[in-house]
């Protein structure tokens, strides 16, 4: 009796075997799927960051050709459509207006400038978050010879003398 008992319990745990054996290769299965799936999205998304970088790189370098196409050369200075200048013997880029032109006053004193320029900062003006005030010697430098306006200005000053 106790064979035949033991010869049962021996089918039952071997019925039981080859269902966990088959419910374990099933999941090997979804593993190695799985698998597949995650290589395919990573794939995927690395692709899409490349064609992103890629799409950014074009979309820049069509804005720097529109910008470039629409630019003014004046002596040494490439006068731009976005309201900055570029003086090349320094290579400091300058807004065309200033506080005064922009906010039609003058800054009352440096606290209020310094603040301007934060201000600035915070629009990304021209797409720039880096702009400061100038040393005395370079603002000078952005003057044209006899000092009446900016170099990069073509603008004529008419002067009435009676």
């Known amino acids: 009796?106790?064979?035949?008992?033991?010869?049962?319990?021996?089918?039952?745990?071997?019925?039981?075997?080859?269902?966990?054996?088959?419910?374990?290769?099933?999941?090997?299965?979804?593993?190695?799927?799985?698998k597949k799936v995650r290589k395919t999205l990573l794939v995927s998304m690395g692709m899409m960051v490349l064609a992103f970088a890629l799409f950014q790189r074009y979309k820049n370098s069509s804005r720097q050709q529109v910008i470039e196409d629409s630019s003014i050369k004046i002596e040494h200075w490439i006068k731009y459509e976005n309201g900055t200048a570029l003086d090349m013997k320094t290579g400091l880029l300058w807004m065309t207006k200033d506080f005064r032109n922009i906010e039609k006053t003058t800054p009352k004193n440096w606290d209020e400038a310094m603040a301007w320029a934060d201000k600035i900062n915070e629009e990304y003006f021209a797409r720039f978050s880096n702009w400061r005030l100038p040393s005395i010697d370079e603002y000078q430098a952005t003057l044209n010879p006899d000092r009446t306006k900016p170099a990069f200005d073509q603008k004529k000053i008419i002067r009435w003398v009676t």
């Open 1 to 34: 009796m106790k064979t035949k008992a033991l010869e049962e319990e021996y089918k039952k745990l071997s019925e039981e075997q080859g269902k966990l054996q088959s419910q374990s290769d099933k999941l090997v299965s979804v593993v190695e799927g799985l």
